[in-house]
């Protein structure tokens, strides 16, 4: 299956080819800050599978990992929208934030980290809900 | 009267709050998929007369496709994070999305919108008011 994720204004865009070897939520306050939302969800995929085309300045935070994203800075019509954060441990992972999809039906989540961070309202599958954190692997998206 | 604090990733473009939330509210639109990248937008409106802005932004500038209404998302520049929104022209409401508070106390969201578009598994409160 190939799947398609873009950003708000499109111009940064990545097909992913194949299912995502784990799909995951991360409820850091880095994340929120991040998405905006209550907590970040991405999926993780072998560098092989994963196309990006399009424009993505990179930034650097007080985290170790180099964001690619769409700022658009060029242009009239700009959106934020992350994409894509590889991890310069590991250059053949590609994580994708499953947003970017705009897509329901999207494998839902089978691993979730930094549980201590998330909001008390929000309900996840099964075994998400309790205190599994998935932070144990180093594979987590 | 007590404030919040809000901010994007990297600092540059921050708000402070004062007054509580007149609405908070949680959407699974696509465009608020795309915008987040997560699985639904979350966010607080509040009087645009206790909102005050530090810092340069740019806008990314999206008409409803349900009704063509403004949304007017205010961005940082330098990591891309929305830290401000208006909606429908309107600059006496203040919508900030929750993520920017990096507060999991924040209160809970009593609205949900575009459930047509709600990942199966998010599971939100029983009482909360669905359209």
Do not use: K
Request: hydrophobic share 35%; proline share 9%; aromatic share 8%.
């Amino acid at each position: 299956m190939t799947r398609e994720a873009a950003c708000s204004c499109g111009q940064l865009r990545v097909t992913a080819v194949g299912e995502p070897f784990a799909v995951g939520i991360c409820h850091c306050l880095a994340c929120q800050r991040r998405t905006g939302s209550a907590f970040g969800m991405q999926a993780g995929y072998e560098a092989g599978q994963v196309e990006v085309a399009g424009r993505s300045p990179s930034t650097r935070g007080r985290l170790t990992r180099p964001i690619a994203r769409c700022t658009c800075s060029a242009s009239a019509r700009t959106a934020g929208a992350p994409s894509s954060i590889p991890s310069p441990d590991e250059p053949d992972l590609v994580v994708v934030m499953t947003g970017a999809f705009a897509d329901p039906s999207f494998p839902a989540p089978t691993e979730a980290g930094y549980t201590a961070r998330r909001y008390p309202w929000v309900g996840l599958p099964g075994r998400l809900q309790g205190g599994h954190t998935g932070d144990s692997n180093p594979r987590t998206p | 009267m007590p404030s919040r604090h809000a901010a994007c990733s990297c600092g540059r473009l921050s708000l402070e709050v004062v007054g509580e939330p007149v609405r908070i509210s949680v959407c699974h639109c696509l465009a608020c998929q795309r915008r987040t990248g997560s699985a639904f937008g979350a966010q607080a409106r509040f009087a645009a007369d206790g909102v005050a802005v530090t810092g340069d932004y740019r806008e990314y500038v999206r008409y409803s496709d349900e009704d063509g209404e403004e949304r007017r998302f205010r961005f940082c520049p330098e990591c891309g994070s929305t830290v401000f929104y208006t909606t429908g022209g309107a600059e006496d409401l203040v919508a900030v999305p929750l993520g920017a508070f990096a507060d999991p106390a924040f209160p809970p969201p009593t609205v949900s919108v575009y459930e047509s578009r709600r990942h199966p598994w998010v599971a939100l409160p029983e009482d909360i008011q669905r359209g």
